[in-house]
């Protein structure tokens, strides 16, 4: 998710959390979804799992077990979380991984950083616990816009790419083929692995996940480095090329990332490339 949405987010929403806080909320008794419009809903945690050395799964309970959670495709939550002896809300984003049609749940994916106030937060949260969450709509998605989008993450921001790449792929209307390149520090780091697999392996010909590690373990399947323009052009994303001429590029990672790849207007791996700014866009 980017830091603009998140700000722009987080002063829309601070004033309607306090109003929220004060009244007597009465969305959950309405009959629809619990997100399907704006507003601040608690969900109590109902269950953890360490999926790797720093990642967590969170399942959250919807209101209604046997209703989904109204989002969609893409959506994200901002978390309003008071960590210990803090005073003001920490607010940050984070995107849903289970299947938004899912009744019931909502499940997500958790990197805990260093210091870091919101994943601290979230980790240290036990089943029976509740957190706060408002939906963020982010890029509205139409089944068959473009021939093929490519997914760029880096890290944890993998999140909204599994979402979007997954709801293309579960529906039979849309033809969308889907190239994955996902940069991580390490093998371990890639924690959708199994996913991914069971995708490419449902969808052969429509869905391709490329892996780069910084640190691969030794015998490692993956290539070594980051995500350069090496690393795209050779996972056939080449901006014209072949089946490319109507290709839209989403990117989400570490800022240092996304700078490389976008850079300024014109510049940067992905102009490098030969894509124009309309064709790209960022979380």
Known sequence: MGTQVAVVAAVA?????????????????LDKPVFSSFGFHSLRLESTELINHNTKKLRFALPDADKPSGLSLTSALLTVS?????????LRPYTPVNDLNDPGHIDLMVKLYPNGKASTHLHSLKPGDTLTFAPIKELAWSPN?????????????????????????????????VTLVWGVNTDEDIFLKDEFAALEAKHPGQFRAVYVVATPDAGSPHQKGFVTAQVLEKAGLKAGEGKNQDIKVLVCGPPAMEKALGGKKGTGVLAELGYRPDQIYSF
């Open 145 to 177: 816009k473009h021939d093929h989008v490519a997914l760029i993450a880096g890290g944890a921001g993998i999140t909204p790419m599994y979402q979007l790449a997954r709801g293309i792929l579960h529906n039979p209307d849309d033809r969308t083929r």
């Open 82 to 90: 008071f960590p210990k002896g803090r005073w003001l809300p920490v």
């Open 13 to 29: 929403g601070i004033g309607a959390y306090a109003w929220y806080m004060r009244s007597s909320s009465k969305a959950s008794a």
